[in-house]
């Protein structure tokens, strides 16, 4: 293990989270990061050797690379965290925009979904992971939620069933079994793992979360995030019977009498079977 990865990780022992998915989501991005570093040509930076210029070089690879706004975000918050923890957090600027990275937009006709391609699929040499990622498209599971997955707890015939372990915030929810491919689906992941994970034996979560990503960087399957739209969407519009406006549907402004309260329905189911508390953030996923 190289030496600032090892001292990221000296740093976090002891140091206790309300969230299990907080803190293996600070491990995997400080580590994120530690490599990244090694890569820019700091070899033999250590922990405690964090300067404003390190920030600034790990801003110009994320931008590079293409991250979004989000999780650009969410690293500066690890970022953060470790220059406070090593008592200087001064070297990050408490201001996102300073750094040129701006709020996440919420409300936006954007269509942001994605497909999972055959061909692209076929290229994760992983049968775990190709077996999350089909679950994250057939079900709308964030990616924590699909690793974790265990059908022989979530399979329930009509439904699954997410433990609040898995999921993030800690709120179990369930999600309705609607679909010849997902009863497939389903099936293919308990003759995989029988009573286990999305998670070999020989591999823990975060382990297994390098393995997600860089498979399907290699793949060429990108911001899979945007299988949850594209469920969202498949839900909103086997609701409603149209599209949503993201997708090309009519904006919630032009909706009127029943087809208002279609809509609105609509959203609140899609909101519960994707673990969110507030129906307002629908419209990141299906539009306005």
Known sequence: MRQLNHDLKRLQDGVRERSY????????????????????????????????????????????????????????????????????????????????IGDRKRATNEDRSRDLPDDRLALVGDEHVRMALRLQEQFGLRREEAIKF????????????????????????????????????????????????????????????????RQTAEAGLERMHGLRHRFAQRRYEAITGWKPPAAGGPPMRSLTGARKRIDREARATV????GHSRIAIVKVYCGE
């Open 271 to 274: 909101s519960r079977e994707m």
């Open 21 to 100: 998915g907080t803190r293996t989501g600070r491990s995997f991005a400080l580590a994120q990061m530690a490599d990244t570093l090694h890569e820019l040509g700091y070899r033999r930076l250590r922990a405690t050797g964090l300067k404003g210029k390190h920030v600034e070089a790990l801003v110009r690879e994320w931008r590079r690379q293409g991250l979004t706004e989000g999780t650009m975000k969410n690293r500066m918050s690890h970022l953060r965290w470790w220059a406070k923890r090593i008592g200087k957090p001064n070297v990050v600027r408490a201001d996102n925009a300073s750094y040129g």
């Open 150 to 213: 265990s059908p022989s707890y979530a399979d329930r015939g009509s439904k699954i069933v997410l433990k609040a372990s898995w999921t993030k915030g800690g709120r179990s929810r369930e999600i309705p079994v609607l679909e010849e491919s997902q009863r497939r689906v389903l099936d293919e992941a308990r003759a995989l793992v029988g009573g286990g994970a999305m998670i070999p034996g020989h591999r823990n979560y975060v382990q297994q979360l390098e393995v997600y990503e």
